[in-house]
């Protein structure tokens, strides 16, 4: 089972800009599809961005098509989330996951999540 640690979460200003991390331990990230999910107050978790193992295909909910940029480096063991031009809209806690088929994304193994808050 591969662990998770999300970071890079934080609170900036509506237009700014962050990037989240997802360290992955245990297991090489090779062997996953990677995922994040975020969750704000009062809704259900959701998802926001995926790729695939070869990082060839990624996916975007449609409210942050244009803004966020999932990635990954292997290397690294690492997956990352860019988030540019954030809205107040956009704070939740964001969870990294981890599946080794893509479409079991949401399922899996997953970090204990980061807080992203948007405001002025």
Request: hydrophobic share 30%.
């Amino acid at each position: 089972q591969v662990q998770l640690v999300e970071s890079g979460g934080g609170w900036v200003q509506p237009g700014g800009s962050l990037r989240l991390s997802c360290a992955a331990s245990g297991r090489t990230i090779s062997s996953y599809a990677m995922g994040w999910f975020r969750q704000a107050p009062g809704k259900e978790r959701e998802f926001v961005a995926a790729i695939t193992r070869s990082g060839s295909i990624t996916d975007y909910t449609n409210s942050v098509k244009g803004r966020f940029t999932i990635s990954r480096d292997d290397a690294k063991n690492t997956v990352y989330l860019q988030m540019n031009s954030l809205k107040p809209e956009d704070t939740a806690v964001y969870f990294c996951n981890a599946h080794s088929d893509y479409n079991g994304l949401g399922f899996g193994s997953w970090g204990q999540g980061t807080q992203v808050t948007v405001s002025s």
